[in-house]
């Protein structure tokens, strides 16, 4: 700003030198000089006006620096956070497969009780149907005759992993579902 007004001050002297140098009337050299230092007036105050406009801009973007800032920081700790979560997750998740992996090809199931008829068994079952509703239809909780005709079982979860068949299990010891211990079979 300073070097903006030195040279408006400069071309404005010069401007005045000339014209009282110069040939001509004095009416007229007065005017000139009027209009030169009009001139440098305007061009001060606008060149100030222009710096305040300057430092009110970078003041603005410095906060909305700042505040982007506070906002990135916020972002990578919630990153950082999950992360952390994930590794949990992709830890979980390899311990799971490795328990998979003992149960080769086959699909297994939770049995949470054993009774003589279907009937017997049907109060429990309504029971849990009752607790996840809609699961009729997806075949979780069923009775179903054993492998010998005199025996039915009351199953928690079908064509499951090994893994997804002990979750199943110990959801159904923790909630109180089974029947004394739940057992995980093999389906056939």
């Known amino acids: ?58 003041a603005d973007l410095n906060s909305k620096l700042a505040s982007s800032a506070g906002q990135l920081d916020r972002a990578n700790q919630r990153l950082a956070d999950q992360a952390i979560l994930l590794g949990y997750i992709n830890n979980s998740v390899g311990q799971l497969d490795k328990l998979n992996g003992l149960g080769g090809t086959h699909s297994y199931y939770v049995r949470l009780a054993y009774g003589r008829t279907a009937e017997e068994l049907r109060k429990y079952q309504d029971g849990l149907l009752a607790q996840f509703p809609g699961e009729e239809t997806k075949n979780l909780i069923v009775v179903r005759q054993t492998r010998r005709p005199e025996g039915y079982e009351l199953v928690f979860g079908t064509k499951l992993t090994l893994a997804s068949a002990e979750v199943f299990g110990r959801m159904a010891e923790g909630q109180g579902f089974a029947n004394g211990r739940a057992q995980i079979r093999i389906d056939e």
């Open 1 to 58: 700003m300073i070097l903006s007004i030195v040279g408006i001050l400069v071309a404005t002297l010069a401007g005045l030198y000339g014209v009282f140098t110069g040939e001509g009337e004095t009416k007229k050299k007065s005017i000139l000089s009027i209009l030169a230092v009009l001139g440098a007036a305007v061009s001060v105050w606008a060149t100030a006006q222009a710096d305040q406009d300057a430092k009110v801009a970078k």
